[in-house]
Each structure stands twice: as C-alpha cells, then as structure tokens.
C-alpha cells in the first residue's frame, strides 16, 4: 500500500471511529432528568400563591341560556361551500355531511341536553388544585367485597379527545367479573388546558411537566403506586411518568406506541429491509412498506405543524365557533379511525361512534372555550428543552404493553420499542381499530389491558 493509500486508510478509519463516537454519543442512555415538582403554572406571581389542596365536587351544569345561544349561532351557521363533485372526505369534512350534523345538533342533540349532561355526569366529577391550575378528574371506586384487590388506574386521553373517551370502558374496569380477581379504581383527569381543567398561563407546560401533575394528582388522591394507561398525548405523558417516577408505576399500557430517537429510526430502516424477521410476517403491512406509511403521516400532520407554530391563530378561528369546531375535530375521527373512511361521503363516523358521542366530545371543547389552550400542548412538546429531555434514550423498568391497533397512525417495531421499554411484556396486534381505540373498541383494549395487568400482578 502506497503513501496515498495509508493516508486514504488512515482518513477512512477516523472519519468511521468519529462516525461511530458521534452515534454513541447521540444513542447511548441518558439519566432520568430531575424536574421541579412545584412548577407553578397559574397566572400572575408564584410568590402570592396559596395552594388550596381539598378536592371538591364537581358537576357538568350549563344554564339554559349557553345552550340557547348554541342553538342560535347554529341556526345563523355560514352557507358552507359544496364539495367539488365526485368528492367525499379527500378535500377535508364534506360539507354536505356537515350539514346533516349540524341540523341534528341543533334539532335532536340540543332538545336532549339535560338527559346528555345526565350522561356527562353519571361518574363523580372532582377538582383540586395542583402547582396553580385547577384540575378536573372523574374518580370511579369499584363498589366490591371486602378482600377483593382493588388496583389504582389512571387513564389519559389526548387530542382532540376528552375524558368523554373512556366513558364505555369505565365500567367494565370498576366492575368485578369472571375475567379478572381483581378490579380497578379509575381516575380519568382532563389533561390541563382540555375540557374543565385549567390551561396554563405560563409557557413551557410541556408533556413532560404535565406528567408532573398527574403524578402530583394521584399523590393527592392518595395513591403512590398505581397502573397508567393512554393513547395520543396520554400515551406520551404515560410513557414520561413510567420513565421519570418509575417507583410510581406499576405498569404502562399505551394504545400509541411510538419512538422518535435516532436508534429507534435506524433500527426501523434496518428493519424495513427484512420485514418478517424482525416482525410476524402477518403484521409486516402495520409497518411497512415505510413509503406509503410516511405519505399517509404527512398527509395528516398539517395540523400538528399548524398547532405546534401558531396554536393561538388556529384556536382563534375555532374557540366559539361551533360549525369550524366540529368540522376540525371530527374529520380526526373520521381519518383516524381508518383511512379509507376519506372515500365515504359520510366519512364513516357512526360505523363505530354515535352521534351523540361525537357531540359530547365537541360539546366539552365548546362549552369550556378550551381548544386553544389544548393545542398549545403541541408548541410545548417541541420546544428544545422538552426534547433536551431525550425519552427514548431513557431506559425504564417499568412493566410496559402497547396495543397496536391496525389504523393507527404510526407504529413502531418492538425491536426499536426494547431499547427504552426494557420491561416489554406484552405487544399485541389488532386488525381493527384506530386512534381513538378507548371510544372505538372498548372490550378489545379493555380485554388487552387487563390481559397486561394479570402478567403484571402474577
């Protein structure tokens, strides 16, 4: 080997050995961060803050008046503009099916309201105030014997959803029955800056610090080890507690399981190359070909690079405006349910949801002002100190499950999952079912998380 050769060699070799140091670096793990469990998060001065800790009923009640005045700016709703011909959902919410929601709000749904807030109102609602906001939780103890176990759960939703998601799955949680000899009780908080939970008055309320208050929350109600449960953000804030207070968490089920880190992104491009050996060759198509996975994101992500860069202007053009509300909300539920739903003209909404579920989940971000303040979520789990942060380099030990649900936005390999999920006991596949599994299937995820939970107990 000539000169040029060794000195070509010598290049190749520290450039690879800089290579190899610049991924360990950016691969190896991090340790669980030290957050301020005081952040105070209300308005005006921390200093003058006194922090109130009762928990306090709370009930769903709206004066006649609010609901009227509903009625009234649906009535003077804008001419909406006609789908173009040959359309159902490829161009956004038809407005022809919009029209058909509309005057069934109006004219069925509102002529009910009082058996609907009934319904809203059928599991103790509570507040108490945490760091400077007030939170707002559903708590359902299990009415058993004395003897049977009783294990504390915590379900969190996400976006644009409500704690109206779990209302089908409550029940067979809180209940005892053969399939289980052990119950739970459940606590469902509205996520802060969602439904009657205060938003922040402060920047950087990130996912992050949000699993500061739920983990202060169930302090508060008196639980200092309990199961955690959620998909969308309540997957995420689920995963951040399990990682940052795991001698708090029994165990973590998550309906969206998802990596981000640079590992987990090349394991998936490894991966792709070999599908059926890293996953069983009837679940290849969750995952891949990637190129059609990546479109179809992209075709769904503009409102999250809207919401994550100016979460005020969009929340403007909604708070207060029924018609733009329930179109921007429920094409999530049409889309993300399944996106072949986008052919149907009537976007396929009550193949698994009524009506009046989709409205109720409206109803709570309309009659609380509250979608402005729920989508800032996404301009904080952005910001560069959340993801300083690093959560997937992060290992927990923390018993962990994902449900991976066929429709799902994103799905990721458990070969990638591992490497921060070390404690991976159960990855089930289902071949239906979507982003809003709780509201959509509930017995199939309430089936999977108390199969997780026996692994766990036993």
């Given amino acids: 080997m000539g000169f040029l050769g060794r000195l070509l060699f010598v290049g190749f070799s520290l450039l690879l050995a800089i290579g190899y140091k610049q ?19 209300g308005p005006g001065d921390a200093k003058q803050y006194k922090q109130d800790t009762t928990i306090k009923p709370f009930k769903v009640a709206y004066p006649p008046e609010v609901i009227e005045k509903l009625r009234s700016k649906l009535n003077d709703a804008p001419t909406l503009v006609k789908p173009l011909e040959g359309t159902a959902f490829e161009y956004g919410f038809n407005s022809n099916r919009l029209q058909d929601i509309l005057k069934y709000w109006k004219s069925t749904y509102l002529n009910k309201w009082n058996e609907r807030e009934a319904f809203l109102n059928q599991f103790p609602h509570f507040q108490t105030q945490i760091q400077g906001l007030n939170i707002h939780f559903i708590h359902v103890k299990p009415n058993v014997p004395a003897g049977t176990k009783v294990l504390p759960l915590l379900l969190l939703h996400g976006w644009p959803g409500s704690v109206r998601e779990f209302y089908d799955v409550i029940p067979k949680l809180t209940t005892k029955s053969n399939d289980k000899d052990f119950v739970f009780e459940v606590i469902v908080p509205s996520l802060p800056g969602y439904g009657w939970s205060q938003g922040a008055s402060k920047q950087g309320l990130s996912p992050s610090r949000i699993a500061v208050i739920m983990r202060n929350l169930m302090a508060r109600i008196g639980h200092k080890k309990y199961y955690v449960q959620g998909g969308d953000w309540g997957s995420l804030i689920a995963n951040l507690m399990s990682t940052l207070f795991q001698d708090n968490v029994t165990g973590v089920h998550m309906n969206m ?15 792709s190359f070999a599908p059926s050996q890293f996953v069983d060759e009837k679940y290849v198509e969750y995952y891949y070909p990637a190129g059609p996975k990546f479109k179809y994101l992209l075709t769904e992500s503009g409102y999250m690079h809207l919401q994550a860069t100016k979460p005020d202007t969009i929340g403007t053009a909604l708070v207060g405006n029924p018609v733009g509300l329930a179109a921007y909300i429920m094409e999530k539920f049409s889309t993300w349910t399944n996106p072949s739903y986008r052919q149907l003209p009537d976007g396929g909404l009550e193949k698994y949801f009524t009506l009046d579920s989709l409205l109720d989940n409206i109803m709570i971000y309309y009659l609380t002002d509250s979608i402005t303040t729920s989508q800032r979520i996404y301009s904080e789990a952005f910001s560069a100190e959340e993801m300083a942060i690093g959560i997937d380099r992060i290992p927990t030990q923390v018993p962990a499950a994902c449900a991976k649900f066929k429709y799902e936005l994103m799905h990721t390999v458990d070969w990638a999952l591992r490497d921060h999920f070390v404690n991976l006991v159960q990855s089930n596949h289902f071949d239906d079912g979507g982003h809003f599994a709780a509201m959509q299937l509930p017995n199939v995820l309430y089936k999977d998380f108390v199969e997780f939970v026996k692994k766990v107990e036993h």
């Fill in 257 to 271: 399981c998802g990596m981000n880190g640079l590992q987990a992104i090349l394991k998936s491009v490894i991966a």
């Fill in 23 to 41: 991924y360990r670096d950016a691969t190896s793990s991090l340790p669980v961060p030290a957050l301020n469990l005081n952040q105070y998060w």
